[in-house]
């Protein structure tokens, strides 16, 4: 008996596409690109940085006919469809706007910006122009989470008392890198902690109450971070972030009637275990494609490249006010452990 919901996951063939354009040719950036074109029918038709040398070399590596010096130039491109952006935290706001203003619909790297102000300007800006933009929370689009969010909506679990979720790497000291440099977004919390913080919003909703405590690295970043969230339903989430130690990196949601435990790492494609009260049998559920870890992030774009053909400005998955929300939250965290806002 197959107890769990059909994936209504965007199928990674045969639908609408988007001629993507991508600034900032980083890891981030051809982990995307790799699995765009390996695992679906979207194609990046151009490539831009602030280096002719490094946007020509990425294009050369992935095929990309296109390859800019500029982020100018290339969101001037009438070739592209839409911008992914994927530069540091600290650049999104001001590389998404950029790309808005020229008239692109925009996919922005988690967090979509360093704080809730910023990510409205953008939503705002979107909102404005008439033009798609969301925030690449790629966890949202893979064919688990879709199963997992209608089994809740379906009542499988019952009433939603506790979830918990972490997700902690260590991170090689360098005060100038990206994950401790304060002026480049760094801190547990925007790199990783965002998905944890991310995945209790999805199962729980805004929480009505948020406590807060973590540590201080040198260079005046949060090394790591542990949240507990209280909600008007009376559930909690209980969840973690560090980049001074690696943590499982599990999410588990518990009911009234089942819990649900997602394999490690919970961000990409994997399955799930559920646990019925009363029973000695669990139900199992595994993704059945051949995609591991950031193969995942092609769902993202599939879903993106439906959403535009449909007419959409934004998500219904993952709206703009829920990346603001998530934001929120990161904001408040960071406030209780002492860090500028």
Not at 218 to 244: C, H, K, P, R, Y
Not at 247 to 266: E, H, K, M, N, Y
């Amino acid at each position: 008996m197959n107890y769990f919901p059909a994936s209504t996951a965007t199928p990674l063939r045969g639908g609408p596409t988007l001629r993507w354009g991508v600034l900032a040719p980083g890891r981030i950036a051809a982990d995307f690109v790799q699995t765009l074109h390996a695992n679906s029918d979207q194609r990046m038709h151009a490539v831009g940085s602030r280096s002719l040398d490094r946007s020509t070399a990425f294009a050369a590596r992935f095929g990309i006919e296109r390859a800019y010096d500029s982020y100018e130039r290339l969101v001037a491109d009438p070739g592209v469809d839409i911008v992914y952006v994927a530069a540091p935290h600290s650049e999104h706001r001001v590389l998404a706007l950029l790309a808005i203003a020229a008239g692109k619909h925009v996919l922005i790297e988690k967090p979509i910006a360093l704080t809730a102000s910023e990510a409205r300007e953008i939503a705002d800006a979107a909102r404005a122009a008439g033009v798609f933009a969301m925030e690449a929370m790629w966890a949202r689009f893979l064919p688990q989470t879709t199963v997992i969010t209608a089994l809740l909506a379906d009542g499988m679990l019952g009433d939603i008392g506790l979830v918990a979720a972490d997700y902690g790497s260590i991170f090689d000291f360098d005060a100038t890198s990206r994950a401790f440099d304060p002026a480049l977004g760094g801190g547990a919390l925007l790199d990783l902690g965002v998905y944890p913080i991310w995945f209790a919003h999805c199962v729980l909703g805004r929480p009505s109450r948020i406590v807060a405590s973590g540590s201080i690295t040198s260079t005046g970043v949060d090394g790591q971070a542990a949240l507990l969230f209280s909600t008007a339903s009376g559930a909690e989430a209980q969840l973690s972030t560090s980049m001074i130690v690696s943590t499982p990196v599990r999410a588990t949601v518990s009911g009234s009637l089942a819990s649900l435990d997602i394999d490690a790492p919970f961000v990409a494609p994997g399955g799930f275990t559920v646990y019925r009260d009363g029973t000695d049998e669990p139900l199992r559920w595994d993704d059945p494609t051949e995609l591991r870890w950031r193969d995942g992030l092609v769902w993202q774009a599939t879903a993106v490249a439906q959403h535009v053909a449909d007419g959409l400005t934004e998500s219904p998955l993952h709206p703009l006010d829920t990346s603001v929300a998530v934001l929120e939250t990161i904001d408040e965290a960071r406030r209780q452990l002492g860090l500028p806002a």
